[in-house]
């Protein structure tokens, strides 16, 4: 009986009723046209190693589209492809280049248009909130007059600016629950940047400013000099009588001192009091105590919400973010990667660039969408750019991020299908999802649920279920029969599992493409778990299994790319008194679709007066029909056509 009822399901045109004509399955497609929007999430460094140097890369995916397409993804969204610090990206240093781990402009211009061809769109992955150290923050932090001080969140007294509303970062709020200030330079005595110096040799003071004015040579025939850092010893110029000056460049991580003369120390070495200059005023130096005259009276805090190696960038006021400095050279950047090709963004972290202020932050989305959209029309992309929003939050938190964007994950969904899933309670399924996108419909009417299971920064769906192929394979297959806008993280699609509690990389695992093959690791450390990574959990072996969990995700994913009802139809919930069963029907081109899962470990038998239940879509695990009954084995799951 069981066997008889797996050729039923794998079958669909075959699976005759004794009461109703069957209903033909329109399902004739050759498999390449794509109706749904499912996006395939992966790890640049981990996904396919092009050339062998363990690290993953872009011409690794180019090559691997096949794969890609054939999983019916229409679009990739990639990890942080831009020149970074860290392995996972979320570091960057320059927005404007490719990261050379995992290749050249050229190899991301060729898989745009390699994937193009398979119409797969390319999505950057854009880290808003924060940058990584590079030549930004380097040069914020190396002078007051620095362009780019105002990228970053500084102060040289953050408590008092954050307690006087200085900071526009937070929103008036003096209390922000995450991040902290850090120094900005590695000790409170040091400065590095452009000074001038002008000593009164008659007053027996010193007056330090910062400048933009060109630096001068020592000069060679002085008769005052500077010690400092790492110039040694420079001569002064006498401009007038007993005043003596100069410009230069300065790094020096202990501060300066004067000297009457260029090779004597003891009473001709001149200094301060012990306490630090402060810049445009004069500072009495001595020649007995004589102690290093330091900066620290201009140390500066930079605010990073998450590490201190991801300083918050800075926009402004909220109202007018697009008018900021850092916002316009980010936007330039975006337009460099838009014009190549990229047709959607995913913006990391976006809760916190103005400090878990959803009002604030959905402004400042709608800005950069607008900027990043005008961009994308005027390059003749088709529609509207696509934009999803990392706002990690429950569903009702984050509604009004809908303000900015045109998709937001949601987060929620996976945590009530993990739940609903270990409890074996699938009957509020149906409801939970449409309450979810009630609660959007207020802000946007066309919003767009991304939906999802776990991702790269949560433990692994497959560990939630236990490591268990049937519960994979039914979150699959409800992931691909509910409305929005599906993700599927990288190795999900095989089983994977994994937790974060050894390191993050262990829910990063690269993509074991054959059975005797080797991953690229050395971008993760080589922190990959092989007790998972076998050949039986590879591509080369799951291709070849019917009953695999990269065959089930492959099927549902071509019921949803061909059926106009599961790709965009809308959802309604089907009552049903049977706690383990999910139930709802899609409805859209012209079609409906009667939708059921079995979310509890025992088989399971509906009732369906009224229903068609012999025209299957697509089915997964045992399902059997007697008259109006329907019985879904355990974690099974079909689509049947109304
Ligand atoms: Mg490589």
């Known amino acids: 009986m069981k066997r008889l009822l797996l050729i039923l399901a794998m079958l669909p045109l075959f699976a005759a009723s004794c009461e109703k004509q069957p209903q033909p399955v329109p399902d004739d497609n050759d498999g390449t046209e794509k109706l749904a929007d499912i996006t395939y999430q992966l790890n640049v460094y981990s996904f396919a190693d092009s050339d062998g140097d363990g690290w993953g890369d872009i011409k690794g995916i180019t090559q691997h589209l096949d794969y890609l397409d054939a999983l019916g993804a229409s679009a990739l969204w990639l990890s942080p492809i831009q020149t970074s610090s860290s392995y996972h990206g979320y570091n960057v240093l320059d927005y404007y280049s490719i990261n050379p781990k995992l290749g050249t402009e050229a190899d991301f211009k060729e898989l745009i248009d390699k994937a193009a061809e398979k119409n797969i769109d390319i999505y950057m992955d ?104 790492s110039a040694g010893l420079v001569g002064l110029y006498e401009t007038s009588s007993g005043i003596y000056e100069i410009t ?102 976006v809760i916190w660039i103005y400090q878990n202020h959803a009002n604030a932050n959905a402004n400042f989305l709608k800005q950069w969408y607008d900027r990043c959209n005008a961009t994308y029309k005027a390059r003749g992309g088709k529609g509207d750019m696509y934009m999803v929003g990392e706002a990690w939050e429950e569903t009702g938190k984050i509604k009004e991020y809908y303000k900015g964007l045109p998709s937001l994950f949601n987060f929620s969904y996976w945590w009530t299908l993990k739940d609903r899933i270990g409890r074996g309670k699938g009957n509020d399924f149906a409801a939970t ?7 959007y419909k207020p ?50 699609e095989l089983g994977y599992w994994g937790t974060k509690s050894g390191g993050d990389e262990y829910i990063r695992t690269p993509i074991k493409w054959t059975i005797d093959g080797t991953v690229p690791a050395i971008g993760l450390n080589g922190k990959v778990d092989y007790n998972m990574v076998t050949g039986s959990i590879s591509v080369e072996y799951q291709n070849a299994h019917e ?27 089907v009552s049903c008194s049977v706690n383990p069963v999910a139930l709802w029907t899609m409805t859209g ?50 689509v049947l056509k109304q």
Do not use: C
């Not at 030549?135 to 990228?151: D, G, V």
């Not at 999802?433 to 609660?439: E, I, K, N």
């Open 589 to 638: 081109g012209g079609e409906t679709l009667l939708v059921a899962h079995n979310f509890s470990g025992s088989a399971a038998t509906v009732s369906l007066a009224g229903y068609k239940l012999n025209s299957q879509v697509v089915a997964n695990g045992d399902i059997s029909v007697s008259g109006e009954s329907l019985t879904l084995g355990a974690y099974s799951s079909v």
């Open 547 to 573: 009953e695999s969990v990269l065959n089930a995700y492959k099927k549902f994913a071509r019921a949803r790319n061909t059926h106009p009802a599961l790709s965009s139809g809308s959802m309604a919930e």
């Open 248 to 349: 230069i460049d300065v790094d020096t991580d202990w501060g300066f001192l004067v000297r009457s003369s260029s090779t004597e120390w003891g009473s001709y070495k001149w200094g301060g009091d012990g306490s630090s200059i402060t810049f445009g005023k004069p500072f009495a130096i001595n020649n007995s105590a004589s102690a290093d005259i330091t900066f620290g009276g201009q140390q500066v805090w930079y605010f990073a919400a998450f590490d201190s190696s991801m300083p918050d960038l800075n926009y402004g006021p909220y109202a007018n973010a697009s008018e900021s400095a850092a916002f316009k050279d980010l936007a330039a950047s975006a337009d460099k990667w838009i014009n190549m090709g990229v047709n959607g963004l995913r913006l990391d972290a």
């Open 433 to 439: 999802v449409l309450w979810f996108r009630d609660q």
């Open 126 to 229: 854009y880290v808003l909130n924060h940058s990584g150290r590079g030549e930004w923050f380097n040069n914020a932090i190396s002078s007051e007059s620095s362009p780019y001080r105002s990228y970053y969140v500084l102060s040289n007294n953050w408590s008092a600016d954050v307690y006087a509303g200085r900071v526009d970062n937070f929103v008036g709020s003096s209390n922000p629950y995450m991040g902290d200030w850090h120094s900005a330079s590695g000790g409170d005595l040091g400065y590095k940047g452009r000074l001038h110096f002008r000593l009164d040799w008659n007053a027996k003071t010193v007056t330090v400013t910062e400048t933009t004015d060109p630096a001068q040579a020592a000069n060679p025939a002085a008769g005052m000099w500077l010690w400092i850092g």
């Open 443 to 492: 802000y946007r009417n066309d919003f767009i649920d991304a939906i999802k299971l776990s991702n790269h920064d949560e433990d692994r769906a497959g560990s939630d279920l236990n490591r268990d192929k049937n519960k994979m394979k039914l979150a699959g297959a409800v992931l691909l029969t509910s409305p929005g806008k599906p993700f599927i993280y990288q190795g999900e």
